[in-house]
């Protein structure tokens, strides 16, 4: 069974300091690899996905998030956070024939001025 | 402009009635998604349907229906022998592809009284 963890649960940071989610998933074959964005009482919205090539992706908003295979990690970076960034990230793998993403728990980021 | 509606976005009933959430997609996709979000549990997969008139049971589908008649519309009814309704509410939908990308609507947030 495919699963995900992001061990983060909450992580404060200054405004314009560096920002590293980290996230590892569990799947038994090639992964589709995924990074969202959730805002209060809003929906998800894409930042990022890996589906084959180039291990490191560039998303919306100047996050990118490199693909390690041996690790079994889809960190997500950021080289300078901005008070806009503060919101809950999720990590996602999917790749079956069901169509199915399977999540994890949510890392919520808090920034500081 | 394309996208996935979910109808209302604050919705209010009394223990033991049921309840019937909307969601409407113009993005032409075959896939939607019903998921559950609780804090600190991430997304919870509650149904999902890859084609019209078809659709399977997630991993909490117990207290909770849906239809899929239309493509473009997948309603959610939650029942009175869901023991615990009160959640925020996400649906998705995404092309019935292996990349298993998903798009999501603004959400519903249900509480029973």
């Known amino acids: 069974a495919q699963s995900v963890t992001q061990p983060d649960i909450h992580i404060t940071v200054s405004e314009g300091a560096s920002l590293e989610l980290r996230c590892n998933y569990s799947y038994g074959a090639t992964p589709y690899l995924f990074w969202y964005v959730q805002s209060p009482g809003q929906g998800l919205q894409l930042l990022l996905k890996?589906?084959?090539?180039?291990?490191l992706v560039q998303g919306i908003k100047g996050f990118e998030a490199e693909f390690k295979r041996s690790q079994s990690s889809f960190n997500l970076r950021k080289p300078s956070v901005h008070w806009s960034d503060a919101a809950e990230y999720f990590c996602a793998v999917g790749g079956g024939s069901n169509y199915k993403l399977t999540f994890g728990k949510g890392t919520l980021l808090t920034v500081n001025p | 402009d394309g996208g996935i509606t979910q109808s209302p976005k604050y919705l209010f009933r009394k223990e033991g009635q049921n309840v019937t959430l909307s969601c409407e997609q113009n993005l032409n996709h075959d896939a939607m998604y019903w998921y559950r979000q609780d804090p600190g549990q991430g997304l919870r997969l509650i149904y999902y349907?890859?084609?019209?008139?078809?659709?399977q049971k997630g991993d909490i589908a117990e207290g909770y229906s849906v239809s899929r008649e239309k493509k473009e519309s997948f309603p959610l009814t939650v029942t009175s022998a869901q023991k615990n309704p009160t959640a925020f509410y996400l649906c998705a939908s995404g092309p019935r592809v292996l990349y298993n990308e998903q798009f999501f609507g603004p959400g519903t947030r249900l509480t029973v009284l």
């Open positions: 890996y589906f084959s090539g180039d291990t």
């Open positions: 349907s890859q084609i019209v008139n078809d659709f």
